[in-house]
């Protein structure tokens, strides 16, 4: 896939000239010594965007009992002690603070921060707004995320704030995915602290810490290959040498008139360590990070100390010492690496799943909080919308009839959401909730645009009700109303078809669509568990489905009637049905248990078995010979491997087949007669813990599919990669966690196959999953857990809500779609991005026509008065469909119906740099040594 | 007693100009509003000179694990941030930290330091060397710590740097003396911020917590008058208003764009706690402490708040508010209250015992660590000693034939070890070994200048070795020699007659005085129950004993030959003697259980009955209904207000009655020809704790005195303060600790008497004692126990060391002395002060003539190369004899064999102005209001 971005500059007036791009910053780097070790050392701060406390918790240094931390501090500190002595260096990484501390600053402060960062004095690193989870986010938010933050700093310090080094020193693992989007964002390099322990051992001894990533197997190198470098200390500094005010090492004593004089002892472990690292690296250059968590909040500990240093270990080269200590950059060792001009170990595959030890992988949080999780996937449905309407519909949606309206509070909450104790699901309770809140507070605004720029754009200034909690079956007007009419926007530049479900408390209703043509519908009744419950909390105990179809980037409208009230229709009980179908699927269930038994393609004409449960792995409580590790928010750890059954179960309507596995777990099985995917709708929780048992809540499809070992997830929604049980592609694994150590994130998609059958599972959240037995995939789909698991949440992950006070009831989708091999992504491209970018709105139809399917539209966004960012991707990676992985030709001038394009100009993929302009460091691989990566080109 | 200051000049060069006295300090207070109310906050931090860390570890931020603190940053962090604002204000306390970290400043960081203490944006306040105890110390140790600490101020930044207030705010309890030192140093008043709970409750409502101390009832009012107030809240910011890094609460969350917007809230609770405070006070000025322990590490985190909160607050005046806050300083707030010109209430007793819960009496550390107390007041007597003989001996003293040898060395010891977690016995065992060791330190530089000065004014080079561990009868010198002599130094400026102890191995020996007639002499075994262990160790068995005469501030030379060695004396089993007495005393024990039974003064003809024995409180454990408060460091409370006997005793041998009570408490009573003073010299330990039982070993004294319920305590050395059985003179007490609410600090004596007889008991080192019955006085010994009191400290107070593994054995001297109580002063006056400055080396004469009785040469010590720094003072207080107490003409000129005096200067007490230019506030007491204070003039 090819992704383009481009800026659609529409009519008058003529574009603002671009930022500048060669900008003089001064070359900054201290000068280096060939015949010696050159230490770098990099003060840093690591600033999680909400994790213990909530993001702004975290800015103003709130609820220190929780965690001291205060951002504002750190950047007011740092800033202080780099003026005191012009050698120092520091780097900022979370534009997220960056951003709200700059904005209070005064003029005078803003300049003297300029003057260091133009000389090179603070850097930033990374530079997004936040530092990204890199299993649970999906591209397109990441992208997002990742432009805003580094827009700001273009916008603010013009190219010496470019960051040229991409930073992920904590996310826990590391997806190829992001890798690739790094590389064409035009970063030089990437760094990292945590990979699997066995993984690090290996690269040590090879010296392969190290080394050049090819992160696609379908961009042509070295547009996706990013030097990877492999940090000696997860993030902190090396022990012994924390001079922050959250540590207790000692600090440089040299004054020889107090006690415990200490400057040789330093001098002396400091060359011990140094050396020692020397050793697992290729060049005479090694890095240290002098940092960690929220440190230099008072940076006059660690600079006063680090001078010190320096002076003391670089004082004995004049006694033959041949290491050399310098204040550094990321991007200052980078280039010194790349001067070095070695071949390196090239990679191809991720840095999936991640175990900093024999029992303690972290693979839950791919899972945790999978509430949050889809509502963050909504979210970024809601801001696509949000982006396109503002675009659409011109300034007036800023500003218009419903009032003042924005998508930069969503933005920024996407963007915050991305953080990697965020989406991810590894932050504290009440951290969760703020991010939830956040979004919410996002799609107020997003709201208000909505209604202005629909106004424009249909000529209707009526009122629109939106109805944001159809997730749990609850929209007021339609309960209550018995006549009403519904648009659905599509933010997908194809059209779609769309099953619509509404809350009604109706048994009859009709639809018609905008040219009052009758739409088949019906009316089900709520799951009859909790139609009592829900009747008694002024809920619909009905729903009304029809299909809607919406054209490419609009909207259609349909009516609806109602033609009779009263009693809800009797939920007749009809025996399981063994078959549901339409004209592309065949579905059987086993007429004993109730389960599905077979799925068929009708249109392929190819058939695998196919059985699906509901089990759950039983919580690790740490009470474990092997391992004192319980699961928790990061780590999944089953007591046993054999999970437990829920139930067998009984089907219970004929429309949908809806299936009981017990009071906590159910599923409706559809089939949409338009739809090639077969629909599983989950229901679990709330997971019962009165036996004191954490649950790992997993929907298991076992299929007559031959998979040998092999499945297949995605990476951040796009490239597919292949995963095969107990191994993995670098190094040999020595498999200590027979479930938690075969987990991978499953971002979008996942399939089984053979040559013959591909089962493609498309989600609607990041979640975890794997293949443990031949045939079989499963999904882990909740978690509720009674311990932490130690990896500083120290809160155990056990939801609750104020409406579920038992413990949080999570329902999502998995859609099905079985194909052959060479064909299946022609239907889960445009399955997934369906999932993602869900219809949602009431519109026209602005684009003049479908995109080929091939391209899909990813941002269409205001970017400033007078332009438009435009990004169009080619989603199908170069292997996986003879049709659409072809090099496709789109034209724009034509392509919107509401704005002329006068004209564009091609960026790099974070929108900060001219794509002409971008020039990045060209690294070798190495040739023939280490061990064999996978094939690039095909998967097996 | 009349302290006087002199400087003494000897001959050429002329001296040097005195430093500048008139100058121009900008005058810093911010305008206050005359009709509202006006908050100062005071922006400070408390730096315990050693506590849980040593002090160097405090300084360099050393153990941070221990406790974070580190006061180099903590200055370089204000220093910095008072730059930021010229608004903000800042008081520094602890020149022993001050003093550190300026050295290490650059010329250009020192010169912003002086045009801050210029500007009065960065105050000293208090500023000695440290915060010294006000319990345990003794005056002249306390006055020495403060000169050297003003003295560094007053060279360093001039008057402007001389601190015009006194700050205690943290010792537990404060002394009357201390208050009359602070008066006489020139300081305009005195904060503090420990009182006992039910005297603070009465000051709140009475609006006394400001109030006229009237410090000594010899000196003329208002010489020793010092205006006195008391904090609102300790020495801590208000409840929720704590903005250090080491603190948890919400800063001030002013952007109304990130959630929990909090300055309403901030400044309603703000005006809330204001407006109560002011309710407990006379004026409309209050104080707010806004620090506390080792906080503005990184000072930013304050500043950047309260710059807000004085915003916000004012913000408000324009809004009809009436409160007014401010940056301020103690001095600013000082003239405030000074300017109200109003009366204050008048207090002559002193703040002990402290009490902060009605079972937490602070009255355990009186006690506390008596190896350590003991060690520090030889200490000082060697510190005088060495401060003498640098004068004497002139600058061949600091390089001489010996080598470089200082006093500078001992004097730093001596002033970080008056610290009120220093000799208090409030520190951590390590922190207590770093004291001792670095006294030790100072003892050695002092015994290079010692040796040289000796060298100079004798003539003679040859080595003297120094027996350091007499105390424990260790001397390997004499022990081994068969001939050797020994000198002996005399401190005072009289003649004194003092026995010396020996250690030998030999059995009988000769002894000549410098003119070759024979001295009487004893050789007696060391305790019998030790001599194996002794022997089995290398130690000497037996001690030589014999009295030496020593002129003042002189030294005389005795020779001692072995005359018989072999085996030694076999320890003479003796029927329990009756009697002993001398020329001046006779003593009287009971034949049945060997205790004493009375005590006559045989020049009088008075005669006492007079029992001894020794007992142990069993220290609470915390485990009680009434509090779960143990005995600690800092706190006693015994757990049964009866103290268990130790046992009945036989008594061994003739020459001393030797006693033993059990194998861990025995003592020697001892009679010397030429003392008026009964010897009672004790041996406590190892206390044994194998009945898991703490234990708080006493002595008590029970008499046929006739007390009422009335004792005399020692304020610091000097003045004599009433006590009385469960009562205190400024408020109802209600008595919750029987035994320790009524426990004094007995700094150097205590007295019983009724109308004919008065028992006066001389200690050795700051002990803990209180009359609890009628003719009783007991004084607390030695204390071993098993809990924390939870103070902060966190360790057991449970004293070991490398030569007492087994429970730290601790030995001292009781001298009583029985007189009339109007001239039993005459006695112990002089006796104190023989056991303070004690005889150490071996000199001439070189006092031409010894002081009057009444005066004591309390300081004798080099101040610059041309001066010298000389205290002499008035030891009597008015009322305590008719001779004694008169004033008394000293003539200077001629006083000194050695030294030509030049001219003479007189300065306040602490050396750090001219007397005749010390100006300070006048206060007026309140008439007639309040509780009445005990008569000033004459002690019941």
């Known amino acids: ?44 701060t690591h600033d999680d965007v909400g994790w213990l406390k909530t993001v702004d918790q975290y800015f103003y240094g709130d609820r220190n009992d929780i965690q001291h931390a205060g951002v504002q501090y750190i950047l007011d500190s740092v800033v202080d002690q780099l003026l005191k002595n012009p050698d120092r260096r520091f780097i900022y990484v979370e534009t ?24 090179g004095r603070l850097e930033f690193v990374n530079g997004g707004w936040c530092m990204s989870d890199e299993a649970t986010t999906h591209y397109s938010a990441v992208i997002d995320q990742m432009t805003m933050g580094l827009r700001f700093l273009n916008e603010t310090f013009g190219a010496c704030g470019r960051p040229r080094v991409a930073w992920h020193i904590d996310p826990f693992g590391h997806a190829r995915e992001h890798a690739s989007m790094f590389a064409q964002m035009g970063y030089d390099g990437f ?52 001079w922050d005010q959250s540590c207790d090492d000692p600090p440089i004593r040299d004054d020889p008139d107090l006690e415990d004089y200490n400057v040789d002892d330093v001098v002396k472990r400091f060359m011990a360590i140094a050396e020692n690292q020397a050793l697992v690296y290729k060049t005479n250059h090694i890095i240290m990070t002098m940092g960690s968590d929220f440190q230099y909040e008072n940076a006059n500990l660690w600079y006063k100390n680090l001078d010190k240093l320096i002076r003391y270990v670089n004082g004995l080269q004049s006694n033959s010492s041949k290491v050399n200590v310098l204040y550094s950059t990321p991007s200052c060792y980078l280039q010194e690496l790349h001067r070095a001009n070695l071949t390196w170990a090239l990679k191809t595959d991720d840095f999936f799943p991640y175990a900093d030890s024999a029992h303690d992988f972290w693979t839950g949080y791919f899972t945790s909080r999978p509430a949050l999780k889809r509502y963050e996937r909504i979210s970024n449905s809601n801001l696509q919308t949000c982006n396109q309407l503002e675009v659409l519909g011109g300034p007036v949606s800023r500003k218009g009839p419903f009032g003042g309206g924005d998508s930069q509070t969503m933005k920024k909450a996407m963007a915050v959401a991305q953080h990697h104790d965020a989406v991810s699901g590894t932050e504290k309770q009440h951290v969760a909730n703020d991010y939830a809140r956040k979004l919410a507070s996002g799609w107020q605004h997003c709201q208000v645009l909505v209604s202005n720029s629909l106004a424009a754009l249909s000529g209707s200034s009526s009122e629109r009700i939106y109805c944001d909690n159809l997730n749990i079956s609850v929209c007021p007007l339609t309960a209550t109303s018995k006549k009403f009419s519904v648009s659905v926007y599509n933010p997908l530049a194809r059209p779609v078809t769309w099953p619509v479900r509404l809350p009604v408390n109706g048994t009859a209703y009709t639809v018609s669509d905008a040219n009052g043509k009758p739409v088949d519908c019906q009316v089900v009744p709520v799951s009859k568990a909790t139609q009592e419950v829900r009747r008694n ?52 269930f086993d007429p004993d248990t109730g389960l599905l038994s077979s799925l068929s393609n009708l249109e392929t004409q190819q058939s695998i078995k196919l059985t699906q449960n509901f089990y759950w792995y039983n919580a690790s409580d740490g009470n474990n010979s092997l391992s004192i590790q319980p699961s928790g928010a990061y780590i999944f750890r089953p007591n046993s491997s054999t999970p437990f059954i829920i139930s067998r179960l009984r089907s219970l309507m004929v429309q949908e087949v809806r299936q009981w596995f017990s009071p906590w777990v159910s599923q409706v099985v559809r089939l949409y007669a338009d739809s090639r995917a077969l629909e599983l709708e989950w229901t679990v929780g709330p997971v019962p813990i009165d036996d004191s048992l954490g649950k790992e809540v997993i929907t298991r499809l076992d299929t007559s599919i031959q998979t040998g070992e092999y499945f297949y997830t995605d990476s951040n929604g796009r490239e597919m990669l292949q995963r095969k049980k107990d191994f993995r592609p670098t190094w040999q694994l ?8 075969n987990y991978y994130p499953i971002n979008s998609r996942a ?42 949440v120290a809160e155990p992950l056990n939801e609750t809500s104020d409406i579920f006070p038992e413990g949080l009831v999570v329902r999502g989708r998995l859609l099905l779609s079985l194909d052959r091999p060479p064909s299946a992504a022609d239907a889960h491209r445009p399955l997934a991005q369906e999932v993602v970018l869900q219809p949602k709105y009431k519109f026209k139809f602005w684009l003049q026509a479908a995109l080929p399917p091939a391209v899909h539209l990813l941002t269409l966004s205001q970017w400033d008065k007078d332009s438009v960012l435009l990004r169009l991707e080619h989603q199908f990676q170069s292997w996986e469909s003879k049709v659409n992985s072809q090099p496709v030709t789109v034209n724009l001038q034509k392509l919107f119906s509401t704005l002329d394009v006068l004209g564009m100009s091609e960026l790099n993929l974070s929108a900060n740099q001219w794509k002409d302009e971008m020039k990045r460091f060209d690294w070798t691989p190495q040739k023939g040594t280490g061990r064999p990566n996978l094939p690039l080109t095909s998967l097996q």
């Open 734 to 741: 020595k498999q200590s966690e027979p479930i938690a150590g």
């Open 1 to 44: 896939p090819k992704l383009l971005l481009l800026l659609l500059l529409p009519l008058p007036p003529p574009p603002p000239p671009p930022p500048p791009l060669v900008f003089v910053c001064v070359q900054s780097c201290h000068a280096t010594k060939p015949n010696m070790l050159n230490v770098h050392l990099v003060p840093h």
């Open 751 to 792: 399939f089984i196959k053979d040559d013959v059958d591909q089962l493609t599972v498309v989600t609607d959240r990041s979640q975890g999953g794997g293949s443990i037995h031949n045939g079989s995939l499963e999904i882990m789909l909740h978690r509720r857990l009674l311990y932490d698991d130690v990896r500083g």
């Open 191 to 242: 760094f990292f602290g945590r990979l699997d322990y066995q993984d690090r051992a290996r690269r040590m001894m090879a010296k392969e810490q190290e080394l050049l990533w090819r992160a696609s197997d379908s961009l042509t190198p070295p547009v996706a290959d990013l030097f990877t470098g492999i940090l000696p200390n997860g993030y902190n500094p090396p022990e012994g040498f924390c």
């Open 96 to 119: 997220a603070f960056f951003y709200r501390w700059w904005k209070q600053q005064s003029s005078s402060m803003q300049q003297t921060v300029r003057q260091l960062v133009n000389e």
């Open 537 to 588: 909390r002024g809920f619909a105990v009905n729903e009304l489905v029809f299909q809607v179809q919406a054209p490419p980037l609009g909207y259609s409208t349909y009516s609806v009637s109602l033609l009779q009230d009263g009693s809800p229709p009797t939920s007749t009980q009809h025996r399981t049905p063994t078959v549901i179908q339409n004209k592309f699927l065949k579905v059987t």
